[in-house]
């Protein structure tokens, strides 16, 4: 009995202390605690019901919402933006009514014919992407890690006057003082998804072609050409296969051939241990990210094309090797 | 896929609890039974057809859901009747169950992007293997008026779809899928005539796909781009007879799919003649693309284009077992049947 009534006593005393502690705080905040976290990584909810980190309050740094790479799931950030009245929407939606069905039309007419080639030939080539035909580049879509508050690099993509695009901005690799962002610079332009009628998405079918070709002219810095695969669920979303582009510099334009199958699987930009061939047919969108240095950067993309060279070496398989990692090779 | 299925003690365990779940469902004297036997068979084709990229695995999950969707129907069903509650709707529960479980139209989206990403092995174990129950359930239901009526106008529309679907396609796995909605309507007929024919069925079916999902998988065929690998004769020898197993499926004479296209019509004109008709016009539809899968492995393999220089003829197990599969059991079932 005098054990337990020593046991509880003690209990009492731990409690009365973590209510000390927690009461001597000003504000009362109502503490988000995690045990992965450290004390300037916990989060406070303030009378605002603003989320801050106790970094911030303790350096008074701007008290926006923090931003870290995990996004919890937010009903309110999730509803689209509403651009007119319910009306204006309705009479919007007969618009894309009017202008979608004779495509439809035509995709179904097309699947009929199945006039389809299917004899693949050494030489084959197809433009993925010519920056010379108007209105291309605004296409593609430019993004910085200053977008998600992660940093504050900045980017754009224009027209160079020259019939190309031109991609530049200038990288800051300082991360941002949330207590939860370690590293930051990051720049990226991909390109425009494939869409069929009624803006269905569907992903380009690569599986004809062996190799990527690029007619660019860069400032001597190495970029990363990243294509994004078309996954269904959000935990392999950001699946990419990655491949350097290593650039000149300099005035002469530069033409770059990689092989498909030189692709590295990368998740979130990590290369994986586990690798696997690139599926051809399941390739969403082209990523060309610029990262991992600081300054200003320029690159200029004439176009951007796909080729079968059936003499090239490898061209046909892929180069990494698929082994299984045991539990003992660790 | 298949060597690595074989590979290890927990395959054999889960390819038994695939097995056995399809036997308490087929033994079992109660539809809890049946309910049990489809977890207990879903659970051990979940584990083999989980594989080790990524597509496999993302196939794997939807797959899982939609099974889960349509056993939670189902179960409702099953309550419902045993309950004695929505009376009325609970007949609709069961059957739009079974349709979701079966791929059939409207229920159908899921098909092709499962399978399409899967290996042939899992290819085989949900085209066949995973048909077995939900089609013993239709074979006992009673169906009559308005849900019958149901029924023949989902069969009708899922055999448009799975004819139209593959048209135009350059992936093996997607026509196979297709191939597989349209066979699961003719499957489904067949049982309403006797859960016995469906078995004969279904057991020609799965000799053809097995032989032909083998065949392609030991060959690395995957797509049409794959075929320009194949660069020896011998190779040639081998997609050639692989070729076969198009026109079987298509239902051509004299290959044995014939004999399914017909035995399907001599047990189901009578009690649905229009719902033959319709089906006969969409395999016309779907004879485009398994002659498309014939064409591509019989002549486009060769470099080049099309050839009619007569090459020297190499055996080949692959060769021995497309004729086995394809040409004598034709022969023997119709004389079995009392035709030849």
């Known amino acids: 009995m005098d054990v337990i009534a020593r046991s509880r006593s003690r209990l009492s005393i731990s409690m009365r202390l973590v209510n000390l502690i927690l009461l001597s705080r000003k504000n009362n905040p109502k503490y988000n605690t995690n045990s992965l976290c450290t004390w300037s990584q916990c989060r406070q909810i303030l009378r605002n019901n603003q989320r801050v980190t106790n970094n911030q309050v303790r350096y008074n740094i701007n008290k926006t919402p923090y931003a870290s790479d995990i996004n919890l799931w937010d009903p309110k950030k999730e509803t689209p933006p509403h651009e007119g009245t319910f009306l204006e929407e309705v009479i919007d ?48 879509v430019v993004s910085s890690d200053s977008d998600t508050g992660n940093g504050k690099s900045t980017a754009k993509l224009i027209h160079s006057g020259r019939n190309t695009a031109l991609f530049k901005g200038h990288i800051d690799k300082t991360p941002v003082q949330d207590g939860v962002t370690e590293r930051a610079g990051f720049c990226s332009i991909r390109s425009p998804i494939k869409t069929k009628s009624f803006e269905r998405p569907i992903s380009h079918d690569w599986s004809r072609y062996t190799h990527i070709c690029l007619n660019v002219r860069g400032d001597g810095r190495n970029y990363m050409l990243l294509m994004h695969m078309e996954r269904y669920f959000d935990i392999n979303a950001l699946d990419m296969y990655g491949y350097p582009l290593y650039t000149r510099g300099g005035p002469y334009w530069q033409f770059v051939k990689i092989p498909l199958s030189h692709f590295l699987l990368t998740f979130k930009g990590r290369a994986q241990t586990k690798q696997w061939p690139m599926n051809l047919a399941k390739v969403k969108s082209l990523c060309i990210g610029a990262g991992d240095f600081g300054g200003n950067f320029e690159l200029e993309i004439d176009y951007i094309a796909l080729l079968r060279d059936d003499t090239a070496d490898h061209s046909l398989d892929f180069k990494y090797e698929l082994y299984r990692k045991e539990p003992s090779d660790l | 896929m298949i060597f690595f299925a074989f590979r290890s003690y927990t395959t054999f365990l889960f390819l038994f609890l695939t097995v056995f779940g399809v036997f308490l469902a087929l033994e079992g004297e109660s539809m809890f039974s049946v309910w049990m036997g489809m977890e207990v068979s879903f659970l051990g084709v979940l ?34 009747i045993a309950g004695g509650w929505w009376v009325l709707e609970s007949p609709y529960f069961m059957v739009v169950s079974l349709l979701i479980k079966l791929g059939v139209f409207p229920f159908h989206f899921w098909v092709p992007s499962v399978i399409s990403q899967m290996s042939y092995f899992s290819l085989i174990l949900i085209s066949v293997v995973q048909k077995m129950i939900p089609i013993w359930v239709f074979s006992n239901l009673s169906l009559e008026g308005s849900l019958l009526w149901l029924v023949e106008i989902a069969l009708i529309l899922s055999a448009f779809v799975g004819a139209v679907g593959g048209l135009g396609v350059l992936h093996f796995r997607t026509i196979l899928s297709y191939s597989s909605i349209s066979h699961t309507c003719f ?34 065929i995957y797509t049409v781009s794959d075929l320009q690998k194949v660069s020896n004769i011998s190779s040639e020898s081998v ?84 004729v086995v599969f394809n040409i004598l059991p034709g022969f023997m079932l119709f004389m079995a049947v009392g035709i030849v």
Not at chain 2, 47 to 73: A, P, W
């Open chain 2, 187 to 220: 499957m489904v007929v067949v049982s309403f005539y006797s859960f016995k024919a469906f078995i004969v069925y279904l057991a020609v079916y799965f000799f053809l796909n097995l032989g032909l999902v083998s065949s392609l998988w030991s060959m690395k």
């Open chain 2, 239 to 322: 997609t050639q007879a692989i070729s076969f197993y198009g026109l079987s499926l298509a239902g051509m004479p004299p290959f044995t799919g014939f004999f399914l296209k017909f035995f399907f019509l001599v047990l189901s004109w009578n009690e649905f003649p229009l719902m033959c008709v319709f089906f006969l016009m969409f395999s016309i539809i779907s004879l485009y693309y398994y002659f498309f899968i014939f064409s591509a492995l019989s002549v486009f393999s060769l470099f080049g284009g099309m050839s009619f220089r007569s090459k020297p003829f190499y055996w080949s197990w692959t060769f021995t077992i497309s």
């Open chain 2, 47 to 80: 584990f083999l057809i989980s594989g080790e990229t990524e597509e496999e695995v993302e196939s794997t999950m939807k797959y899982f859901i939609i099974q889960v969707i349509s056993s939670h129907l189902f179960l409702l069903s099953i309550l419902s």
């Open chain 1, 93 to 140: 939606g007969f618009d894309i009514l009017k202008k979608n069905i004779p495509v439809y039309k035509q995709e179904i007419i097309d699947k009929f014919k199945c006039d389809i080639d299917i004899h693949y030939e050494h030489g084959d080539y197809e433009y993925f992407e010519q920056f010379s035909i108007p209105g291309r580049v605004d296409k593609w």
